[in-house]
């Protein structure tokens, strides 16, 4: 693990929570800085390594419940196929 310089310490002092931008002045790449607990948050969408049957079947879940369909009112959508052949 290595310190920030100075100028870099400052960036993101500046910055907030918002991810700091910085080129390589030797290659002229762009980087982003990101604090730690934004990265392990993203770390998900860039982890390289195939996700198990459980994992997925996990997220899948847990994206369904942040989108609400544990709501009762979505109970509806269950026999809209079956509503939709009677008429």
Avoid: C
């Avoid at 049957?53 to 996990?58: A, K, L, P």
């Amino acid at each position: 693990m290595t310190t920030l310089p100075s100028e870099l310490q400052d960036m993101v002092e500046q910055s907030g929570d918002t991810p700091v931008r910085f080129v390589d002045p030797r290659t002229q790449r762009v980087y982003v800085l990101i604090a730690d607990e934004q990265f392990d948050r993203l770390r998900s969408l860039i982890d390289l390594e195939p996700l198990t049957i459980e994992q997925q079947r996990q997220i899948l879940h847990d994206a369904g419940q942040r989108a609400g369909w544990n709501d009762p009112e979505m109970d509806a959508y269950d026999n809209y196929y079956d509503e939709q052949k009677q008429r």
